[in-house]
């Protein structure tokens, strides 16, 4: 959802260094807008306006009849993380990703992704941000262990198999999500080969010269083809930085 929504930021761009807000004032949202906030800053506020709430966004806060301020918003919902990090964005002047969890007021562990896109009505100073964060709550945790005590065992017992692989070295497995690397025996999205293969892909030299600084870039080994570069992720620090520390574990 992060990638569709800077991409969607990315194709709003044209030639400024920053996306008009027209289209997202006018209702004309994409799909991900059940995840989605509008803030703006008014002249002389001392906090950003909520000037649009998805669905999904308002239904995980409560449901409230209206939240007209960022600090309106209960503090211990998903909504609320983006107090935590919207300060980011203009000191960095470009589109901030984040990920981590919390306690809410349900008193379940969710874990959390976002990315907040800076707007301009003037196309010089950011006076609107479009927030998108999507979630998962995790299962109570005596759950969770007893669920995986007993996958355990049963994968203790089950001869290796095409439906039943044999585990695999710790420290193979990138965990999806907060939490880092993640040392289990399942792959973590069955099926991912397949939709990778049938991703379009590009000769290496065709990857983009301008883009963000930094960015994870997708690559399918063929035997007996040129490589080809299905696409990038940009502006997921979280991402970026364990993918680093993956690649050079004393320096990062």
Known sequence: MQVRAYNYWAGLLGKRSFPAPDRLLAGDWPD?????????WAPGAREPAVLALGAALAAECGDPE?????????GRSVLARIAEHYHQIIATAAPVGFEAEFINARGAHVLYRG???PFSSDGVMIDFICGVINWK??????????????????????????HNPAPLPPGQVWADGPGGWA???????PGWRDAARALPGRPLHALPVEGAEFALV????????????????????????????????GGA
């Open 32 to 40: 991900f807008a059940p995840h989605a906030v509008l803030l703006h």
């Open 66 to 74: 209206r939240i007209a301020w960022l600090s309106e918003v209960p």
């Open 115 to 117: 990315i907040l896109l």
């Open 137 to 162: 709550e995790l299962a109570d945790p005596r759950l969770t262990r007893g669920l995986q005590r007993d996958l355990g065992r049963a994968l203790e017992t089950a001869p290796p198999s095409r």
């Open 183 to 189: 040392d289990a025996p399942l792959d973590p999205l």
């Open 218 to 249: 997708l690559v399918h080994r063929r035997p007996g083809a040129d490589p080809l570069w299905l696409g990038e992720v940009p502006c997921d620090a979280a991402l970026l930085a364990r993918a680093v520390q993956r690649l050079h574990p």
